[in-house]
T-cell receptor, first 114, second 113 residues
Framework: GAVVSQHPSWVICKSGTSVKIECRSL??????MFWYRQFPKQSLMLMATSNEGSKATYEQGVEKDKFLINHASLTLSTLTVTSAHPEDSSFYICSASAGRQPQHFGDGTRLSIL | QKEVEQDPGPLSVPEGAIVSLNCTYS??????FMWYRQYSRKGPELLMY??SSGNKEDGRFTAQVDKSSKYISLFIRDSQPSDSATYLC?????????????WGLGTSLAVNP
């Protein structure tokens, strides 16, 4: 149980392109989804928290116009990196939770901007 | 001082060894404690989830929480090469929605056959 699917797993695109990453909870309804960014050999850095049907809450220093988050249903959240540049290259990971349950993570998306 | 301290290692052990992974935390309000395992280029996988002090066992894994000393541990018995990964401890002060996890840096473990 508690499976979270993230797609795509790897994307390479040109600078200036917008990239959308999907996060789905497959076997439970996720009241809250989280988006993280992870640099090599570092821990996870929380970017934003989103509740279904509400605007996402962004962490300090994260540009909400750069990283658009949509959480339209209890099983799907999307992160769009708008006008991506090489400095946006990173490993992006989503997680989902329901009620008082711990967070379950997707397998991450490796984003490479050329 | 970071809210959660974790020795990044690397830790290298022979197959079959008992592994002890540890974290300390500074905020006495933390009540929920988790251990995640992360393989290279994958998302973290939840191993153990505990609330308050005490032990919790699941197969070869035992999580231990000592709130009096603000110390959490994960023990792996009969370690296998497939246990080679980074182990992340995490904690939070409450279990409701929008709870933010406070993470350790992760300990890199290598189990050698």
């Amino acid at each position: 149980g508690a499976v979270v699917s993230q797609h795509p797993s790897w994307v390479i695109c040109k600078s200036g392109t917008s990239v959308k990453i999907e996060c789905r909870s497959l076997d439970f309804q996720a009241t809250t989804m989280f988006w993280y960014r992870q640099f090599p050999k570092q821990s996870l850095m929380l970017m934003a928290t989103s509740n279904e049907g509400s605007k996402a809450t962004y962490e300090q220093g994260v540009e909400k116009d750069k990283f658009l988050i949509n959480h339209a249903s209890l099983t799907l959240s999307t992160l769009t990196v708008t006008s991506a540049h090489p400095e946006d290259s990173s490993f992006y990971i989503c997680s989902a939770s329901a009620g008082r349950q711990p967070q379950h993570f997707g397998d991450g998306t490796r984003l490479s901007i050329l | 001082q970071k809210e959660v301290e974790q020795d990044p290692g690397p830790l290298s052990v022979p197959e079959g060894a008992i592994v002890s992974l540890n974290c300390t935390y500074s905020n006495s309000a933390f009540q929920y404690f988790m251990w995640y395992r992360q393989y290279s280029r994958k998302g973290p996988e939840l191993l153990m989830y505990t609330y308050s002090s005490g032990n919790k066992e699941d197969g070869r894994f035992t999580a231990q929480v000592d709130k009096s000393s603000k110390y959490i541990s994960l023990f792996i018995r009969d370690s296998q090469p497939s246990d080679s990964a980074t182990y992340l401890c995490a904690t939070s002060s409450y279990a409701g929605n929008n709870r933010k996890l406070i993470w350790g840096l992760g300990t890199s473990l290598a189990v050698n056959p």
